[in-house]
């Protein structure tokens, strides 16, 4: 069993930038690929990016340039830095993992540990 907690959300102004975190507890050793969801109020939830355990990344197109994820495996977390906010970027995000391997994969379906997610507002 894996444990995500997210952490690092927050009231922003558009433009400004934001890292969130997400570390992973119990069998972390695991884990290995590492995905980014987020959903706003009265929306689905929404892919956002990829990252697999040798730092392989793939992000949705609304987000890519303006959204880096990384990870740091000694550490067991993983981030997402987000830059350029804009205010369609507020939602809760979600951090999720999956022991599926070989593939950046962005089906919510294929991730089966969730954190319990961390707000972000962007305000305009």
Same mark, same amino acid.
């Not at 730092?55 to 000694?74: L, M, Q």
């Given at each position: @069993? ?8 927050? &009231?922003?102004?558009? *433009?400004?930038? &934001? ?5 992973? !507890? *119990?069998?972390?050793?695991? /884990? ?6 987020? @959903?706003?109020? *009265?929306?689905?939830?929404? /892919?956002?990016?990829?990252?697999? +355990? !040798? ?15 990384? +990870?740091?495996?000694?550490?067991? =977390? ?6 350029? &906010? ?7 995000? /979600?951090?999720?993992? =999956?022991?599926? &391997? ?10 089966? /540990?969730?954190? @319990?997610? =961390? ?6």
């Amino acid at each position: @069993q894996v444990q995500l907690v997210e952490s690092g959300g927050g &009231l922003v102004q558009a *433009g400004g930038s &934001l890292r969130l975190s997400c570390v992973a !507890s *119990g069998r972390a050793d695991s /884990y290995y690929t590492v995905a980014w969801f987020r @959903q706003a109020p *009265g929306k689905e939830r929404e /892919y956002v990016a990829t990252i697999g +355990r !040798s730092g392989g990344t793939y992000y949705a197109n609304s987000v890519k340039g303006r959204f880096t994820a990384s +990870r740091d495996n000694a550490k067991n =977390t993983v981030y997402l830095q987000m830059s350029s &906010l804009k205010p369609e970027d507020t939602a809760v995000y /979600y951090c999720a993992a =999956t022991r599926i &391997l070989g593939t950046l994969t962005q089906r919510s379906d294929d991730y089966a /540990y969730w954190g @319990q997610g =961390t707000q972000v507002t962007v305000s305009s």
